[in-house]
Structure formats: C-alpha cells, structure tokens
C-alpha cells in the first residue's frame, strides 16, 4: 500500500511565525487532504487537495503530484494553531486514505 | 445538521467483554469509515463502507466486525475485547462529487483492562 512520510515530526514556533509542514507519497494518490487534529481531538477537515494550489486564510497547500510531496503552509502562526497535522492519501477509488504520522506544531504565545 | 456523530464517547472494559461503537451521519454520503489512533500515530483504517450494503476490511480489521444498518448507520463491533484494541476510534463519512472530503466523528475513547 501507500506509504505516507511527513516532516518534521514536530515543531515550535513563537507566535507570528510562518511554517511549512511537508508530506512524502511512496506512490500516486489521486485523493488528498490535510487535517488539523484540535488538543480536544476532533479532526478537521483544512484542504482537499490531489493537485495544485488552494489558500484558506493563512493557511495554504500545494500538492505536487507528478514529484509525490504535498505542502502545507502557515503564515503568521497562532496559539490556536497548536496540535497534530495530518496528511492522508489514497489511491484507489471509495476514498481510503492512509495516514502520515502527523506533524505536532506548538505555538507559543 | 450535526455531521457524523458517535457514541458513547469514553468506554471502559474488561478483557473478554464485547460491545459495539456506534455512527451515524446526516450528510446523505454513501461511504463510512472506522478508524483507530494509537498514541503518537496516524490513523489506521480498520473497514469500510463504500455504499449501503457493502463492508470491506481495511489496514487493521483483526478483532472487528462492522455493520451498515442503513446509509446513516455504521457499527463497529468488538466481540472479545483485548488491551491492544485500547484506543480512539474514529468514523468518517464521505460523499461523492468534485471535493471527496472525509468528514470525522469526535471519537469514543475506548480502555480495555
């Protein structure tokens, strides 16, 4: 199956920092998100996106397919960005994601 | 709207006892999800459910049973329960269309004795 790498493992900024979080595919993926894991536990959904560039607010993500690595963005980081990303892809069809190991971010106030 | 919920949220049993996790979602999505989290890793897939009527194992099915009682309704059953299934579960649900986004439940938080 597909393996997902992201990196770094963990981070700490100083409030205001930029950042960029990055995930590795072992193989094509034609569906793949990025979730933010809140410190209660709840994910939540920040992109969707198998190729290409979206932007959220300070968060933006870019997914280079035909290299297999996705981005993740954070500009002027807050408190309340705190927690684990997660990126997921899948390459078959009924939308099975597997899981990168996350990325812990820390923002200090 | 609620989303996809979950029940209950936290769980404590003994080894050898069963029990079953309950989602719903009301987002009319034909594909649900059980997923594991174990302490300081991703999320693991446990079965699927790509349409009413349908279940296939996923990464990590050992253990699990799961129904799909009605396009809502997605059980996960655990009929022996053993520490290594200590764990938070997730369920997902996934519509068809432009975006596929996974939407998640808020977990049950399950201990095993």
């Known amino acids: 199956g597909i393996q997902v790498e992201q990196s770094p493992p963990d981070l700490i900024l100083q409030e205001g920092a930029n950042s960029t979080l990055r995930c590795n595919f072992s193989?094509?993926?034609?569906?793949l998100q990025w979730f933010h894991q809140n410190p209660w536990g709840q994910l939540i959904n920040l992109f969707y996106?198998?190729?290409g560039t979206k932007q959220n607010g300070r968060l933006s993500a870019t997914t280079v397919a035909t290299e297999r690595y996705s981005l993740l963005y954070i500009s002027s980081s807050q408190t309340t960005d705190s927690g684990v990303y997660f990126c997921?892809?899948?390459?078959?069809?009924?939308?099975?994601?597997?899981f990168g190991q996350g990325t812990i971010l820390t923002v200090h106030p | 709207n609620a989303g996809v919920t979950q029940t209950p949220k936290f769980q404590v049993l003994k080894t050898g006892q069963s029990m079953t996790l309950q989602c719903a979602q009301d987002?009319?999505?034909?594909?649900m999800y059980w997923y594991r989290q174990d302490p300081g890793m991703g999320l693991r897939l446990i079965y699927y459910?790509?349409?009413?009527?349908?279940?296939d194992k996923g990464e990590v099915p050992n253990g699990y049973n799961v129904s799909r009682l009605n396009k809502r309704e997605f059980s996960l059953r655990l009929e022996s329960a053993a520490p290594s299934q200590t764990s938070v579960y997730f369920c997902?649900?996934?519509?068809?269309?432009?975006?596929?986004?996974?939407?998640f439940g808020p977990g049950t938080r399950l201990t095993v004795l």
């Open positions: 997902a649900s996934r519509g068809t269309g432009t975006t596929d986004t996974q939407y």
């Open positions: 193989d094509s993926v034609n569906n």
């Open positions: 996106i198998p190729s």
């Open positions: 997921a892809g899948g390459g078959t069809s009924y939308g099975k994601l597997t």
């Open positions: 987002m009319n999505h034909n594909s």
């Open positions: 459910s790509a349409s009413e009527g349908t279940t």
